[in-house]
């Protein structure tokens, strides 16, 4: 196993995250580096999904990672462990979110060479993360099972700003009242065409579907 | 069923929010009202519990209720359908948290007349209302078992602040892989003195234990 670094993230020097995250989206493309910012509840999966998907992305494109906590490295230690890629753990300080500028110290750390698509695992929260653009290419969401189909309509912010939902649990869906034509009502009440695709990312279930997803996006 | 009032939260005037939080904290002391902040994931229960909970409490106590969301009135009319206890829903306008000034300022339209016992239910998330005293006289929250053993060493300062930590959907304990004795280790590896209770809310299991709880803690 490779060693994970950490990196303390400092609060963006700049005021005008907006722009930073327009600077930061143009400047990966012209490196032919695309980013996809990972927001979620705490629990809904991020880490497990990211872990599925880059062991079949990996096939087709060169994938880094950067996992985003308040504390804690363990997440970065699991996917380097469990998917060989590239991976760094970053530390918000006690932050909520990610903005541009942090997300831009990470990137230098991690360093581009070598890679197609980089994954941005955000703080897990529902809120706080939706409000800040990280410069991602691509803001994607993980809505759990167990979390209830309800969740677009009390947290509007983060499913219209989401191109792409992914349902995950989806094993667990005979033991929870949830119902996938209701989510599927909800999310689209807030945002018309995000692409929802329904997943288990402990048993594999719609892996390959989110594959082909980023296949797509990324031309490869 | 009686109706259900909304109001629109604006951000707090003062700066002080700790000094503003302990006010609070004497003035309803004076006023014989316990005010208890329960926070969570979106999703683990918090609503589904307060229920249960409110439905037998309100034997000994006579409970108040302030549900607080970024948008929609499904909780507070649910709350109030189901409970028939005082209620009403909070609009934060986008913000991630409360603070004791708009407590206060839901308190003061929820009135405080007739009542022992206030539950405030703030916004689903472990990071932002964690890190504002509402001026509640005791901070709880609800863990729930899809959302895995380890939160306490990725969220350390919602577990650090909580006296009474709830583990909610025990009923499904066969399907996740959730340990009892690795939750309680990391609750107790933040916060020592914290009481853990295991509840399904769904079911009914160990609401019971926390009645006995608040019935301690306001001396009825």
Redesign the interface.
């Known amino acids: 196993m490779k060693e994970v670094r950490t990196i303390v993230l400092s609060k963006s020097v700049f005021e005008e995250n907006d722009k930073e995250a327009d600077a930061l989206r143009l400047f990966l493309k012209d490196k032919g580096v695309f980013l996809v910012n990972v927001m979620s509840?705490?629990?809904a999966g991020k880490t497990t999904t990211l872990i599925a998907l880059i062991n079949k992305l990996s096939k087709f494109l060169r994938v880094g990672i950067m996992e985003a906590?308040?504390?804690?490295d363990?997440d970065a230690i699991k996917v380097a462990k469990e998917t060989g890629c590239k991976s760094i753990q970053l530390h918000t300080g006690?932050m909520?979110h990610l903005d541009a500028g942090m997300t831009t110290q990470g990137l230098m750390e991690l360093g581009l060479e070598d890679l197609d698509l980089v994954f941005l695992e955000n703080?897990?929260?529902?809120?706080?993360p939706a409000?800040y653009d990280t410069g991602a290419h691509l803001d994607m969401m993980i809505l759990?099972v167990?979390?209830?189909d309800?969740?677009p309509?009390?947290?509007?912010?983060i499913f219209q700003k989401c191109e792409l939902v992914l349902i995950n649990?989806i094993d667990?869906l005979p033991?929870?009242n949830f119902s996938m034509e209701n989510v599927r009502r909800n999310i689209s009440y807030r945002n018309k065409n995000a692409t929802v695709i329904p997943i288990s990312a402990k048993k594999g279930d719609g892996i390959d579907d989110v594959v082909e997803f980023f296949k797509r996006k990324t031309n490869k």
């Open positions: 509840s705490p629990g906590d308040i504390d804690s363990v006690g909520c703080v897990g929260n529902l809120v706080c409000e759990s167990p979390e209830g309800d969740k309509l009390k947290y509007p912010l649990k667990t033991y929870f």
